[in-house]
């Protein structure tokens, strides 16, 4: 596995809890961006350090070449047991997603909206972060995502 010259993470907002979620790029010829973990978990009111923290630490997990699994819905597992749900589509209720991007131009941090079972980039309201931003301006440019949500 190499570390990733793109590094994804993402980030479910489910009630007062934050899921940060690394992705890396699957082998293969298909490369697809998988949620492969590692996972951490912070309190929407942890404040952008904190949060930020977080998210840089699903970055830099990111990687390439990680194997694609054998039971794709066993990805989802450690977020339905971190947030004491027994399905996906439980822990997918009501819950917000904001893909975030770190590539050589910088950090884009995308919200979606939920749609038909799944989420839709919101390509309208990209958060752009500098490629020199901070643990904290990451966190404080992700609950500005969420605040530009609550408001919408």
């Given amino acids: 596995m190499m570390v990733a010259s793109k590094q994804k993470a993402s980030v479910y907002r ?3 809890t934050l899921f940060l ?3 890396s790029q699957s082998e ?3 490369g697809l961006w998988i949620e492969s973990g590692p996972h951490f978990t912070r309190a ?3 404040g952008a350090d904190a949060i930020g923290d977080g ?3 699903a970055l830099e997990a990111s990687r390439t070449g990680v194997p694609y699994p054998a039971d ?3 990805l989802a597992v450690p977020l339905i047991e971190a947030a004491g749900v ?3 589509n439980a822990f997918v209720k009501g819950t917000e997603l904001y893909h975030v991007e770190r590539g050589a131009t910088g950090v884009q941090i995308t919200p979606t909206s939920p749609e038909r079972g799944g989420f839709t980039r919101r390509t309208d309201a990209v958060i752009h972060l500098s490629k020199t931003s901070t643990a904290f ?4 440019g992700l609950l500005r995502a969420m605040s530009s949500d609550d408001e919408s």
């Fill in 28 to 30: 293969g010829r298909y």
């Fill in 55 to 57: 998210l840089a630490k």
């Fill in 14 to 16: 489910r009630g007062t």
């Fill in 137 to 140: 301006d990451l966190g404080e």
């Fill in 72 to 74: 794709p819905q066993s």
């Fill in 44 to 46: 929407v009111t942890a």
């Fill in 21 to 23: 979620v690394t992705a």
């Fill in 86 to 88: 027994k399905t996906w």
